[in-house]
């Protein structure tokens, strides 16, 4: 089934303690009211996912996991398997992070491994691919985004339990972004190899992240193949997300 758009998920990395999170969480759900038209969803650490899917209750905004072991159970000190986020109350994981990529040497196989992993325990998953900066500069974007395509996405993966995000590492926190034109090229390009490889492929939710705010977010949101966004630091402000949200709203791609 395809995810309502704009699919708009804020993924709040290692932020998040119980009071400031509470009033985050409050203050989005205040806004959704009953009915958005999009997907919502966030992403907070997961010692709070539990608690988070507690302040959600009754509002149209789902939790995800920001990462999951590949095993489900096992002696991996420190992991956590995707049943047990499931079992935490976690709807979604985000996979292949560039952060997780980069400081936990993840690559296309361990993602894969994981994405695989949280759909076996019942979690939509959200894929992420993205060039460096070198590669972005030696013009290899299209190359490298075909090749973590190929290695880490799950093979049937169907447009209710799979989402796509395109983050250049390099657009990462940076405050910089790709131009409209190749934003709209890498996800033309996305869409092309998800249409050729999956049944599903044309409704597959392919995302933006990288630096968006809401200055930037209705230009970003209204290019052609952009689905929603995958947002970092602008998650952790109400308002900020919301109003990326509410730019989505009507201008999906
Ligand atoms: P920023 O929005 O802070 O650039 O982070 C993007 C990101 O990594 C989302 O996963």
Redesign the pocket.
């Given at each position: 089934m395809r995810l309502p758009r704009p699919v708009v998920?804020?993924?709040w990395?290692m932020n998040g303690l119980v009071d400031d999170a509470r009033a985050l969480v409050g203050a989005v759900k205040a806004r959704a009211g009953d009915a958005p038209t999009g997907t919502l969803g966030v992403?907070p650490p997961a010692t709070l996912i539990e608690r988070a899917r507690e302040w959600v209750a009754g509002a149209p905004i789902f939790v995800g996991a920001q990462d999951c072991h590949h095993a489900p159970k096992g002696a991996y000190t420190g992991d956590l398997a995707a049943p047990m986020l499931a079992e935490a109350g976690a709807q979604a994981v985000?996979c292949g992070?560039?952060?997780r990529r980069q400081y936990h040497f993840e690559d296309d196989a361990t993602v894969r491994a994981k994405a695989d992993a949280g759909l076996g325990a019942g979690l939509k998953v959200v894929v992420?691919i993205g060039e460096t900066e070198d590669e972005y500069l030696a013009g290899k974007t299209l190359e490298r985004l075909d090749a973590q395509l190929a290695g880490s996405l799950p093979e049937g993966s169907t447009a209710g339990d799979v989402v796509v995000?395109y983050?250049p590492v390099w657009?990462?926190?940076?405050?910089r972004t790709p131009t409209d034109q190749e934003i709209e090229a890498a996800h033309g390009h996305i869409r092309a190899r998800l249409v050729e490889r999956f049944a599903e492929g044309g409704d597959i939710a392919i995302l933006y992240?990288?630096?968006?705010?809401p200055s930037n977010a209705k230009a970003i949101l209204a290019t052609s193949n952009v689905d929603g966004?995958?947002?970092?630091?602008?998650?952790l402000d109400a308002d900020d997300f919301w109003a990326i949200y509410e730019a989505g709203l009507g201008a999906s791609g």
């Amino acid at each position: 089934m395809r995810l309502p758009r704009p699919v708009v998920l804020g993924n709040w990395k290692m932020n998040g303690l119980v009071d400031d999170a509470r009033a985050l969480v409050g203050a989005v759900k205040a806004r959704a009211g009953d009915a958005p038209t999009g997907t919502l969803g966030v992403f907070p650490p997961a010692t709070l996912i539990e608690r988070a899917r507690e302040w959600v209750a009754g509002a149209p905004i789902f939790v995800g996991a920001q990462d999951c072991h590949h095993a489900p159970k096992g002696a991996y000190t420190g992991d956590l398997a995707a049943p047990m986020l499931a079992e935490a109350g976690a709807q979604a994981v985000i996979c292949g992070h560039s952060e997780r990529r980069q400081y936990h040497f993840e690559d296309d196989a361990t993602v894969r491994a994981k994405a695989d992993a949280g759909l076996g325990a019942g979690l939509k998953v959200v894929v992420c691919i993205g060039e460096t900066e070198d590669e972005y500069l030696a013009g290899k974007t299209l190359e490298r985004l075909d090749a973590q395509l190929a290695g880490s996405l799950p093979e049937g993966s169907t447009a209710g339990d799979v989402v796509v995000a395109y983050e250049p590492v390099w657009a990462i926190g940076t405050g910089r972004t790709p131009t409209d034109q190749e934003i709209e090229a890498a996800h033309g390009h996305i869409r092309a190899r998800l249409v050729e490889r999956f049944a599903e492929g044309g409704d597959i939710a392919i995302l933006y992240g990288g630096s968006v705010k809401p200055s930037n977010a209705k230009a970003i949101l209204a290019t052609s193949n952009v689905d929603g966004a995958l947002v970092g630091g602008a998650s952790l402000d109400a308002d900020d997300f919301w109003a990326i949200y509410e730019a989505g709203l009507g201008a999906s791609g």
